[in-house]
């Protein structure tokens, strides 16, 4: 026979399974329709301070300026290597099986970068600072995952 559990004041058993799909806004939609219609990469520019986000996103990290679909500007395609990291394990989370090697790529005209996929490329060959190109898929779906990966440029 099972024990019975003692649970604490503040302790309980809890399940909880929550499916969503979201809306990825206006600059999110406009982002995506580009990158799957055209394969151009937009990133926000903030006429206050000067930044350049990539993803774009509607208000300024730094200024808190409103960044509308007027601020949208054309970056990359090619960009650097910040870090990377080889995943050696696959978790349902995960897009792709391990082992594959993420990083944190900045586009050129860009002050931020974002994780993608490396691929096309021995991890021993990667350093931080190389330069990388995207590869699309080609039949792209309007998701980030329209870039396959990023690989060095050759
Ligand atoms: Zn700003």
Redesign the pocket.
């Known amino acids: 026979m099972e024990e019975e559990k003692v649970y604490g004041p503040f302790e309980v058993d809890q399940r909880i399974r929550a499916h969503s799909t979201y809306y990825a806004g206006r600059i999110g939609s406009r982002f995506y329709t580009e990158l799957r219609d055209r394969k151009r990469i937009l990133g926000s520019r903030?006429?206050?301070?000067?930044?350049v986000y990539w993803p774009p996103r509607q208000t300024?990290?730094?200024?808190?300026?409103l960044?509308g679909e007027d601020r949208l500007v054309e970056i990359g395609p090619l960009g650097t290597l910040e870090t990377y990291t080889t995943v050696r394990y696959s978790e349902p989370v995960h897009p792709r099986k391990a082992p594959f090697v993420y990083g944190i790529v900045r586009l050129d005209g860009a002050d931020t970068g974002t994780a993608h996929f490396i691929g096309e490329a021995d991890p021993g060959e990667l350093r931080i600072g190389m330069r990388l190109e995207p590869v699309f898929e080609e039949d792209r779906k309007g998701n980030i995952l329209d870039i396959r990966h990023f690989r060095p440029v050759r």
Do not use: A, R, T, V
């Open positions: 903030c006429e206050e301070c000067g930044k300024c990290g730094k200024c808190f300026s960044l």
